[in-house]
């Protein structure tokens, strides 16, 4: 893991139980705990307020507020932690972590939900960080921390205005980033990669993104079906105008298609993800029984997507390294009534033997990476990468590409996507891709193209209004 914001060393024993002040509100307490989880213990922060969620039993709005805290506090740590260290005159390895904590949330309230919308209010911010502290530390922390808190609500945009956007490592902080991430960002992309990484601190307009699964009795009605359920629902399209097929956009809270979800009509899917499924089914348009590989298939929504939308007599063999992973492949493939077509295979994807498997029309590489597109529904994400993973994954990227290769048929075709918007895993892979694919149009996304090359696409979180995904075709030569 890379160092936490401000370069704080991990901290440890936070297993330790406290109960809840008595004057702090279970949203506040909630965000607390798993901040403490997060910053001091490693745990990923959505799983952690999960725990803590139901171990709380938070419904409605104090969940939903206490999630905002948690998330937003995570996600914009490095900003919070500058205006705190000004303001503290001091390292923030010398605040004791459940102090920090208290004064992160405090401080996120005071310059982040400051607006007509926004459940929270100065007053608030300040007394229930107080009270916290209070309640968990003692009178000993007291003070000090209303007076950070007291001068952030009044100097804190101040501070952050000081900062040079020019400087990376200005900016760094601005975006609450990592600062090689900011570095290499820029330098690949300029001011899009700015603007990218900018926007995944924001809420992408248009509603939460929900594909609808086309082996479901109830496809053709679906938009009708989920309307009934009492949310606002419409044809989901990019910020562009382009439509996505087979996508909907739900407003609001999502709770009440959650029985839809489980029945397999709907799947949450990001816009971006559901166009790179698009496009292999675009590839094998035209085959009566197309073989499909899908070689890092975990989750599933992609194998799923693929498979419901294929020719009957089609096959599509899903492969994940991990068995608990290839389980979840599994259940969504039983929930989306498409694991006739599914074949699920637990197997390391570059040892993969064409000899064995036989040859496929189309192969889907949908790589692991950095993730570095995703990190608006990944609050902590951006603080558990270094440079030297990226060097790691490239390695493995290409090496998956190279299997690719080998196991697609002559003249088929290989997709090959991320959700990362770094150049070295993106473009520089495809300029190191084996002799024996060449670059091959993306018809599906061209109004997506990227680098004025038919072979390439990209989803642009601040253009588009979803993830950041890249996306590249190629075919195999006949020879």
Same mark, same amino acid.
């Given at each position: 893991?890379?160092?936490?914001p401000?370069?704080?060393?991990?901290? #440890?024993?936070?297993?330790?139980?406290?109960?809840?002040?008595?004057?702090?509100?279970?949203?506040?307490?909630?965000?607390?705990?798993?901040?403490?989880?997060?910053?001091?213990?490693?745990?990923?922060?959505?799983?952690?307020?999960?725990?803590?969620?139901?171990?709380?039993?938070?419904?409605?709005?104090?969940?939903?507020?206490?999630?905002?805290?948690?998330?937003?506090?995570?996600?914009?740590?490095?900003?919070?932690?500058?205006?705190?260290?000004?303001?503290?005159?001091?390292?923030?390895?010398?605040?004791?972590?459940?102090?920090?904590?208290?004064?992160?949330?405090? #401080?996120?309230?005071l310059?982040?939900?400051?607006?007509?919308?926004?459940?929270?209010?100065?007053?608030?911010?300040?007394?229930?960080?107080?009270e916290?502290?209070?309640?968990?530390?003692?009178?000993?922390?007291?003070a000090? #921390?209303?007076?950070?808190?007291?001068?952030?609500?009044?100097?804190?945009?101040?501070?952050?205005?000081?900062?040079?956007?020019?400087?990376? !490592?200005?900016?760094?902080?601005?975006?609450?980033?990592?600062?090689?991430?900011? +570095?290499?960002?820029?330098?690949?992309?300029?001011?899009?990669?700015?603007?990218?990484?900018r926007?995944?601190?924001?809420?992408f307009?248009?509603?939460?993104?929900?594909?609808?699964?086309?082996?479901?009795?109830?496809?053709?009605?679906?938009?009708?079906?989920?309307t009934?359920?009492?949310?606002?629902?419409?044809?989901?399209?990019? /910020?562009?105008?382009?439509?996505?097929?087979g996508? /909907?956009?739900?407003?609001?809270?999502?709770?009440?298609?959650?029985?839809?979800?489980?029945?397999?009509?709907?799947?949450?899917?990001?816009?971006?993800?559901?166009?790179?499924?698009?496009?292999?089914?675009?590839?094998?348009?035209?085959?009566?029984?197309p073989?499909?590989?899908?070689m890092?298939?975990?989750?599933?929504?992609?194998?799923?997507?693929?498979?419901?939308?294929?020719? +009957?007599?089609?096959?599509?063999?899903?492969?994940? /390294?991990?068995? @608990?992973?290839?389980?979840?492949?599994?259940?969504?493939a039983?929930?989306?009534?498409?694991a006739?077509?599914?074949?699920?295979?637990v197997?390391?994807?570059?040892?993969?033997?064409?000899?064995?498997?036989?040859?496929?029309?189309?192969?889907?590489?949908?790589?692991?990476?950095?993730? +570095?597109?995703?990190?608006?529904?990944r609050?902590?994400?951006r603080?558990?990468?270094?440079?030297?993973?990226?060097?790691?994954?490239?390695?493995?990227?290409?090496?998956?590409?190279?299997?690719?290769?080998?196991?697609v048929?002559?003249?088929?075709?290989?997709?090959?996507?991320?959700?990362?918007?770094?150049?070295?895993?993106? !473009?520089?892979?495809?300029?190191?891709?084996?002799?024996?694919?060449?670059?091959?149009?993306l018809?599906?996304?061209?109004?997506?193209? @990227?680098?004025?090359?038919?072979?390439?696409?990209?989803?642009?979180? @601040?253009r588009?209004?979803?993830?950041?995904?890249?996306?590249?075709?190629?075919?195999?030569?006949?020879?």
């Amino acid at each position: 893991m890379s160092p936490m914001p401000a370069q704080q060393p991990k901290q #440890t024993g936070s297993n330790r139980r406290v109960r809840r002040p008595k004057k702090v509100t279970p949203a506040r307490w909630a965000a607390w705990l798993t901040l403490r989880r997060t910053f001091e213990d490693g745990a990923w922060t959505d799983r952690a307020f999960t725990a803590v969620a139901e171990q709380l039993e938070l419904e409605g709005r104090e969940r939903a507020f206490g999630q905002r805290l948690a998330f937003g506090t995570v996600q914009l740590a490095k900003r919070l932690d500058h205006v705190i260290a000004v303001l503290g005159k001091r390292p923030l390895t010398k605040i004791d972590p459940p102090v920090l904590h208290a004064l992160r949330i405090g #401080t996120y309230e005071l310059l982040e939900l400051q607006d007509d919308d926004a459940p929270s209010s100065a007053h608030a911010a300040v007394d229930q960080a107080v009270e916290l502290v209070r309640g968990v530390v003692g009178e000993r922390a007291v003070a000090f #921390t209303n007076a950070i808190l007291r001068r952030a609500q009044v100097d804190g945009a101040s501070i952050l205005a000081k900062l040079d956007a020019t400087r990376d !490592e200005d900016l760094a902080t601005l975006l609450s980033m990592p600062e090689w991430l900011v +570095t290499k960002v820029r330098a690949a992309h300029g001011d899009d990669g700015v603007a990218a990484l900018r926007a995944q601190n924001e809420t992408f307009p248009g509603g939460t993104a929900f594909r609808v699964n086309a082996a479901h009795p109830d496809a053709a009605d679906a938009l009708q079906v989920v309307t009934n359920c009492g949310v606002v629902a419409r044809p989901a399209q990019l /910020l562009t105008g382009l439509a996505v097929d087979g996508a /909907l956009q739900v407003e609001g809270s999502t709770a009440p298609v959650a029985p839809l979800v489980e029945s397999g009509l709907l799947v949450p899917q990001s816009l971006a993800s559901q166009l790179v499924g698009q496009q292999v089914l675009e590839s094998i348009a035209g085959i009566e029984s197309p073989r499909v590989l899908d070689m890092c298939a975990a989750p599933g929504g992609k194998s799923t997507h693929i498979a419901a939308g294929m020719p +009957t007599e089609g096959e599509l063999v899903a492969v994940e /390294l991990h068995a @608990h992973r290839a389980n979840s492949i599994r259940e969504l493939a039983r929930r989306t009534n498409t694991a006739d077509r599914i074949t699920v295979q637990v197997a390391d994807a570059t040892t993969l033997d064409v000899e064995e498997l036989g040859a496929f029309d189309v192969v889907l590489l949908d790589a692991p990476c950095s993730g +570095t597109g995703v990190l608006a529904g990944r609050p902590d994400a951006r603080w558990k990468r270094t440079p030297e993973d990226i060097a790691e994954l490239v390695e493995l990227q290409q090496s998956l590409l190279a299997a690719a290769a080998r196991l697609v048929k002559p003249d088929g075709i290989v997709i090959y996507s991320t959700c990362s918007i770094l150049r070295d895993e993106d !473009e520089d892979v495809v300029l190191a891709a084996p002799a024996a694919l060449r670059p091959a149009p993306l018809e599906t996304n061209a109004a997506l193209r @990227h680098d004025d090359a038919a072979s390439l696409a990209r989803t642009w979180p @601040h253009r588009h209004g979803t993830e950041g995904f890249f996306i590249a075709g190629f075919q195999r030569a006949s020879d």
